[in-house]
């Protein structure tokens, strides 16, 4: 019943910007953790950013002073500000989600969305 959909991806220039929002929606009481993965053709699904409830961050060093995470709790968005951008940033992005549906779930869930192209053209 929780669906996470993500939007803003597309096509930028090298050292231009995007924002990629993502919001979950459905049977939630409570999301612990809220993150962007991403994944190039032909390599692994890696971690962009987290962040979690209490609003820390992290990201991968790849990254790093050019993109920032950040989140809406009152409306279940997460959201990626990336600038400076690279062609080497150029992956599908995935929303994922840590999620406790229920006040009774003792264990939260992870959920994912069905990710968003982002291209930088040299």
């Known amino acids: 019943q929780v669906q996470l959909v993500e939007s803003g991806g597309g096509l930028v220039q090298a050292g231009g910007s995007l924002r990629l929002s993502c919001a979950a929606s459905?049977?939630?009481?409570?999301?612990?953790?809220m993150g962007w993965f991403r994944q190039a053709p032909g390599k692994q699904r890696e971690l962009v950013a987290h962040i979690i409830s209490r609003g820390s961050t992290n990201y991968a060093d790849s990254v790093k002073g050019r993109f920032t995470i950040s989140r809406d709790n009152a409306k279940n968005t997460v959201y990626l500000q990336m600038n400076s951008l690279k062609p080497e940033d150029t992956a599908v992005y995935y929303c994922?989600?840590?999620?406790?549906?229920?006040?009774?779930?003792?264990?939260?869930?992870?959920?994912w969305g069905q990710g968003t192209q982002v291209t930088v053209s040299s």
């Open positions: 459905g049977s939630i009481f409570s999301i612990n953790v």
């Open positions: 994922n989600a840590l999620i406790r549906r229920t006040i009774y779930s003792s264990t939260a869930e992870s959920y």
